[in-house]
C-alpha cells in the first residue's frame, strides 16, 4: 500500500471536512500534506515498512504565532487527534519515543528549522554545505495536499535546488575521495595482504560515487537506506547501481578483485564521461583526482572556491 496515497485519503476524507467545518476562516492559512521522515514520504514504502510508524496520518503545517496563536493550534491539535484511529484496515501510527511525530499538527517554522536549520530556508553557502542531503531530501519530498497561501510551497522550491557552486564543491569533494578510495587504495591494500581495508576501501569508493551520481543528477541523496533505490529513478547514471552494488558485494580475492578494480575504472570513466558532458569539468583524462581539481576551479565564489577541497564533503 502507498503511504503517501493513504495520507491523501485520509485527508480528503476526514481531515479536509473537519478543517472546512471547525476552522472555516483558518484553512487558507494552513498547509496540508505529507512530507519527512519515512519511506512513505519517498514513494518508497512496502509491506515491510508497515511494521512501525505506518498508518494513516497527514501534516498540518501552521504558520507563526502572530497568524495562528498558540491557543487555536491546541485545538487544531485536539482536533487532528479525534480523527478515527483507523482507516481503510490500518491503525494511526503512535508517536515514535525517538524522532518525535512525523504527522499531526506542527509549525513550518519547527519543521523547516529541523530540516535545513532556517525556519525560512535561507541558508547560505557555509549552511548548504554542512547540511546533510537526507535533510534537505526530507524538507522537499512527499506531496503538498492543500497550501492556499503559498507560504509553504514557496520555501520548499527554494530549498529544492542547492546554488551550482556549492553543488560543485561537494562534487570536486566526493571526486578527490573516489580517486583516493577506489583509485588508489582498494589495489594498495590488496597488495598489502589487507582484505578488509580493501572492503572498506571499496565501500567508500561506493558511498563518494552515490553522492556524485546524485549531485550531478540535481537531486539530494536519500538516507542511505534508500541510496540504491533512489538511484533507479535518476535519470543519469542510474545504470551504475547495478556495478556499484557489485563492487561492494563481491569478495577479494585475486580473480574477484582485478574484476572489482576493473568495475571501478568503468564506473569512473562514466562519471567521468558525465561530468564532460555537462561542462563540469576541463580534464580529459581518467584520473578522478584531476577533475576533482578541474570542477573545484568551476566554482565562480573565490572564497568558496579556495576554501578546502574536501570542505563540501562531509569530511
Known amino acids: 500500500m502507498n503511504g503517501l496515497a493513504l495520507s491523501r485519503r485520509y485527508y480528503e476524507q476526514y481531515g479536509r471536512p473537519l478543517l472546512r467545518e471547525r476552522f472555516p476562516n483558518l484553512e487558507i492559512q494552513l498547509a496540508v500534506g505529507l512530507a519527512g521522515a519515512g519511506s512513505e514520504c519517498m514513494g518508497y514504502d512496502d509491506a515491510v515498512s508497515e511494521d512501525h510508524d505506518f498508518g494513516p496520518g497527514f501534516c498540518i503545517w501552521l504558520p507563526g504565532e502572530e497568524i495562528v496563536d498558540r491557543k487555536t493550534a491546541f485545538l487544531l491539535e485536539r482536533a487532528y487527534a479525534s480523527l478515527p484511529a483507523e482507516f481503510e484496515g490500518l491503525r494511526r501510527a503512535r508517536i515514535a519515543p525517538v524522532g518525535g511525530a512525523r504527522t499531526g499538527v506542527m509549525r513550518m517554522a519547527d519543521f523547516f528549522s529541523d530540516k535545513c536549520g532556517d525556519p525560512g530556508g535561507r541558508l547560505s553557502a557555509e549552511q548548504w554545505l554542512s547540511i546533510p542531503t537526507a535533510s534537505l531530501a526530507e ?28 553543488r560543485l564543491k561537494r562534487i ?78 563481491t569478495p577479494n580475492d585475486p580473480e574477484a578483485s582485478f574484476e572489482k578494480y576493473t568495475v571501478i575504472e568503468e564506473t569512473a570513466s562514466e562519471i567521468i564521461r558525465t561530468l564532460i558532458a555537462l561542462g563540469f569539468t576541463k580534464a580529459s583524462c581518467g584520473d578522478l583526482e584531476k577533475h576533482a581539481y578541474s570542477v573545484n576551479d568551476m566554482i565562480s565564489d573565490g572564497t568558496l572556491r579556495n576554501t578546502h577541497i574536501l570542505r563540501g564533503a562531509g569530511v
Open 139 to 166: 524538507a522537499t519530498n512527499g506531496e503538498v495536499f492543500s497550501d492556499p497561501s503559498g507560504v509553504f510551497t514557496k520555501i520548499r522550491e527554494s530549498l529544492r535546488h542547492m546554488p551550482r557552486d556549492v
Open 172 to 249: 570536486a569533494g566526493h571526486l578527490l575521495l573516489m580517486a583516493q578510495s577506489g583509485q588508489y587504495n582498494y589495489q594498495r591494500c590488496l597488495d598489502h595482504g589487507e582484505t578488509g581495508a580493501a572492503q572498506l576501501a571499496a565501500c567508500e569508493y561506493v558511498r563518494h560515487a552515490i553522492s556524485v551520481i546524485f549531485l550531478l543528477n540535481d537531486r539530494y541523496e536519500p538516507f542511505y537506506k534508500w541510496a540504491f533505490r533512489a538511484m533507479r529513478d535518476l535519470p543519469l547514471l542510474s545504470q551504475l547501481e547495478k556495478d556499484l552494488t557489485e563492487i561492494i558485494s
